[in-house]
């Protein structure tokens, strides 16, 4: 009987040893579950938000941009084709970019001062600050983008050599364009300007004319339109591009991508001051000076638009 008992009580014991040995078991797979969650969560907490890589700038927490839309003012062509392929590097975010197309100077800073869009991209620094001078706002660059050179295109004349007396030269009517257009002529030795007009030249600076030719001020977006009821027409890059000109194969001049001009009126992105550090921008300023831009650029412009990064 004896023996009996100690034999069920040995079985009872091996029992509880067994079940004891099973929950520490159970126990020690659970913590090493646990532990190995909260380094994966640890580990996915650091690389949250972290894009590399072309267009992306890595101090920018862009998990925290998820689902942002940036309304952004363009000009139709080079600026909104330029955007299309930075909202392409930016939809990898979760960023949605949208463009507003405007086909004057005037509409894009508007809204980007009133706070309809986020930031607009049409213009160069020179017109910004004369812009702001004229009308009060306040907006600012945040990145350089692209050059534009201007060109001189034939309308009823089809060489410099063959202008005539009195023949007319249509150039744009904006105060930072129009120096820039008679400087170019100037440099083809078609007038000369008083050099204390600087950037603010105007046809009233002319001061010699040998072929007494008319300058015809007119809004840039005119310009293409008209060529052919003026014998030559100085036309900036974006509206010579929009009308399916080519600066290095149509323009009988143009300014050169390495001159002074090219730093003195790079086309920029430009939204309302205050915004310059808002990651939002910060990430599209990346996208846009991206080596894909870089090549869309050079790929589809054939030198009417110059890369500047």
């Known amino acids: 009987m004896k023996k009996l008992i ?34 994966s969560q640890t ?11 072309d267009g992306f700038d890595e101090s920018i927490d862009y998990a925290s941009l998820n689902g942002t839309t940036i309304k952004v003012a363009a000009s139709p062509t080079p600026h909104a084709e330029i955007l299309a392929v930075a909202g392409d590097i930016l939809a990898q ?28 991209y049409f213009q160069h620094q020179d017109y ?9 706002t306040h907006l600012v660059s945040v990145a350089e983008i692209h050059y534009e050179p201007l060109g001189l295109y034939p309308g009823k004349t089809k060489s410099i050599d063959e202008l005539a007396d009195g023949a007319k030269i249509s150039v744009p009517n904006d105060t930072s364009n129009e120096a820039r257009a008679l400087q170019l002529l100037a440099a083809q030795g078609l ?12 046809k009233n600076d002319i001061t010699s004319n040998p072929k007494n030719l008319e300058i015809v001020e007119m809004e840039a977006a005119q310009l293409p339109r008209t060529l052919a009821d003026v014998d ?17 194969k ?10 002074e001009a090219a730093q003195i009126y790079p086309n920029v992105l430009v939204v309302k001051e205050g915004r310059e550090s808002d990651p939002a921008i910060l990430a599209l300023a990346a996208a846009l000076q991206s080596d894909a831009v870089r090549s869309f650029i050079d790929e589809n412009f054939g030198g009417a638009v110059v890369p500047l990064f």
């Open 250 to 259: 149509d323009a009988l001049a143009a300014e050169s991508a390495d001159s």
């Open 191 to 202: 007038i000369e300007l008083d050099p204390d007009a600087g950037l603010t030249a105007t």
């Open 43 to 53: 580990a996915s907490d650091e690389t949250a938000g972290t894009f590399t890589g």
């Open 93 to 120: 975010a979760g960023i949605k970019l949208e463009v507003v197309e405007f086909t004057d100077y005037v509409q894009p800073n508007m809204v980007t001062e009133s706070g309809e869009v986020d930031a607009n």
């Open 232 to 248: 030559m027409a100085v036309i900036n890059g974006n509206y010579a591009t929009q009308a399916g000109f080519s600066s290095a």
């Open 6 to 39: 100690s034999a069920a009580l040995a079985a009872v014991l091996a029992l509880s040893l067994a079940a004891c040995g099973q929950d520490t078991s159970s126990s020690a797979a659970s913590d090493t579950t646990a532990d190995a969650s909260q380094g």
């Open 128 to 136: 910004l600050n004369n812009f702001n001078e004229e009308n009060g």
